[in-house]
């Protein structure tokens, strides 16, 4: 049994087998065989090894028949793995002594192997670390021959180990057997946290090399409220996971009974308006069963999933599901937000920082005519409900200038075409950039909103890559520096008479509820399944009293000071919040 420290990103607790997506993409079950099954199994061991070299011996035939020795040479040091005795011998003795199978004696070897040599500082073991990668999947290929599993047709339910998820692997997951995350990166924005609470999956990310450590076929447990992901736990240690988890459930389940129908709403009469932030169009109905008053924030990505653009009538059909879903409440939709750590397509065009690259609205910019699909699409769709738009990554008034100027455009056509939409869609902004939050008093009065992107806006504030484990400590929303630009932000909403929205991790963070009341913001958005524990902070707090709150956190000079306050305050209300 082995205990690892995380960095938890999604409440709740899961036990099931290990799925290694980066080492294995196939599905490897852990089980014994039984004493006489031991010959086979070595000798399907050993016709794999042959197999698979062969294959490789081929492979480097047809290489050096089209381009000489030079990337023929390449597949030598992978020939070489399966001619390494060492390394051979060891996993016949798992199978002989362990009883473990093939595939599960294959895994665990190679995770030995790979963690040697990513801890060897000479630079060329750990460029060797592919080689072991790639030599294990082309074993496990042959031997788990037609009985593969893969990623996106699993029959039993499994734990995702892998370095980081990224949208694509995110978009193919069967989401019915999918039943915890674990991965290597990430911190608490990144794209892994994200749809791990968006699909209210328990999940620890930045756990550094959990990918080396943990083998397919491991028993795994994920303690998501405590950032612990144990690796094959003992009898007493499973016993104790399983009660906590029945706990939990049954808690949540709860808390959603009492608080899905009543409002959000303070004891002295301050509302706070609760949306729903939302990945996929099926999530739509899930954000309802939470009490959600209307979704908050469609990331449109999802239609990027295939790798191929969108057709207006793919935007439109996905829209207008989503509108009539809500049926009548508000479905703001934010246009594409490609690039930087959301790449959906191969982007042929590398770019050395992505994140400060040609991403988000600057790639709509770049590519009017997506851009201009989208918004048909979604002016199309307004049609069907109180559909809004909201443009991501904006850094300037001549950007929000320059994103309305494309919907009015797109306005015009559709008008002349005779195409129904609602001429009167209310256009807002994200606010997720530093620029755009200092000069919002200028952004807010040419906009109906203002939603605060606090994921992008505190990594960008504090320079701290929110996908980067390395500097996940350095992730503070409770910094000073974005108290004040919060602060800034909600009275040049307040001065244009314009709601402002949070639709960041940070609304949906027990932690800053009583901070972001106190401030006046007065819209949230968050993953459905936070709602109802949201709910129960605002319901529990006056007006007055978080007003109060704010005050005292305007007088920190340290973050850690100010999350520790918070954290106390929300811990005084709702002791089982943390
Ligand atoms: C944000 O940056 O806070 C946000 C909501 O957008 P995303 O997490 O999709 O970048
Ligand atoms: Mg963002």
């Not at 294959?55 to 390494?84: A, C, P, T, Y």
């Not at 990505?301 to 009538?313: C, D, I, Q, V």
């Amino acid at each position: 049994m082995e205990i690892r420290k995380g960095v938890p990103v999604s409440a709740g607790y899961a036990i099931a087998p290990a799925f290694v997506l980066d080492s294995e993409r196939y599905r490897i079950r852990k089980r014994a065989i039984g004493k006489s099954e031991i010959e086979a199994e070595i000798r399907r061991f050993e016709e794999a090894v042959k197999v698979s070299r062969q294959d490789l011996l081929d492979l480097k035939q047809q290489w050096s028949d089209r381009s000489g020795n030079r990337l023929s040479e390449l597949f030598d040091s992978h020939i070489m793995v399966f001619e390494d005795k060492r390394i051979l011998d060891e996993i016949k003795k798992r199978i002989g002594e362990n009883h473990f199978t093939p595939e599960y004696a294959v895994s665990r070897v190679f995770r030995k192997y790979v963690k040697l040599f990513m801890e060897l500082s000479d630079g060329y073991f750990r460029q060797r670390v592919s080689d072991l990668h790639d030599v294990e999947r082309r074993l496990l290929r042959n031997l788990l021959g037609k009985k593969r599993e893969t990623l996106s047709r699993l029959q039993e339910p499994v734990i995702v180990i892998a370095r980081d998820l990224t949208p694509s692997q995110t978009a193919q997951l069967d989401r019915n057997m999918v039943v915890g995350f674990a991965t290597d990166a990430g911190g608490v924005t990144s794209h892994t946290a994200i749809v791990a609470k968006a699909l209210d999956i328990p999940a620890v990310v930045g756990l550094g090399t959990i990918t080396a450590d943990v083998s397919g076929g491991d028993r795994v447990v994920i303690d998501g409220n405590r950032g612990h992901v144990v690796v094959n736990p003992d009898e007493e240690t499973l016993k104790k996971y399983r009660v906590l988890s029945r706990n939990f459930q049954s808690f949540e389940q709860k808390l959603n009974e009492e608080f899905k129908n009543l409002p959000a709403q303070t004891p002295d009469g301050a509302k706070i308006k609760m949306f729903a932030n939302v990945e996929f169009p099926q999530e739509v109905a899930i954000a309802l069963a939470h009490g959600a008053e209307g979704v908050g924030l469609f990331r449109s990505e999802f239609l990027y999933r295939g790798g191929k653009e969108p057709t207006e009538t793919q935007h439109f059909e996905a829209y207008r599901q989503a509108a009539e879903g809500l049926g009548g409440k508000p479905l703001v939709i934010r246009t594409f937000d490609l690039g930087g750590d959301k790449q959906f397509m191969k982007n042929p065009e590398t770019e050395p920082n992505p994140i400060l690259g040609c991403r988000s609205i600057r790639y709509s910019f770049k590519h009017l005519d997506q851009f201009r699909t989208q918004l048909r699409g979604i002016l199309r769709a307004s049609a069907y409900g109180d559909v809004r738009i909201l443009f991501p990554m904006v850094s300037s008034l001549e950007e929000t200038m320059t994103a309305k100027m494309q919907v009015d455009e797109t306005k015009e056509l559709l008008a002349r075409e005779g195409t129904p939409f609602n001429e009167k869609t209310p256009v807002g902004v994200m606010i997720e950039v530093p620029s755009a939050a200092l000069t919002a008093d200028l952004i807010a009065p040419h906009v109906d909103f203002l939603s605060v992107g606090t994921n992008d806006l505190v990594q960008y504030t504090l320079a701290v890559d929110r996908v980067n484990e390395r500097v996940a400590d350095l992730y503070q929303p409770a910094h000073p520096a974005m108290i004040r630009l919060l602060k800034h932000i909600v009275e040049a909403g307040r001065r244009a008479k314009i709601p402002v929205t949070v639709c960041g991790e940070m609304a949906g963070d027990a932690t800053f509820t009583l901070f972001l009341l106190g401030l006046g913001v007065t819209e949230l958005s968050l993953a459905p399944a936070l709602i109802p524990e949201i709910k129960k902070i605002v319901r529990s707090v006056t007006l007055a009293e978080a007003r109060e709150i704010v005050e005292k956190v305007g007088e920190f000079g340290k973050a850690s000071e100010a999350s520790a306050y918070l954290r106390q305050r929300v811990l005084s209300i709702l002791p089982e919040a943390f």
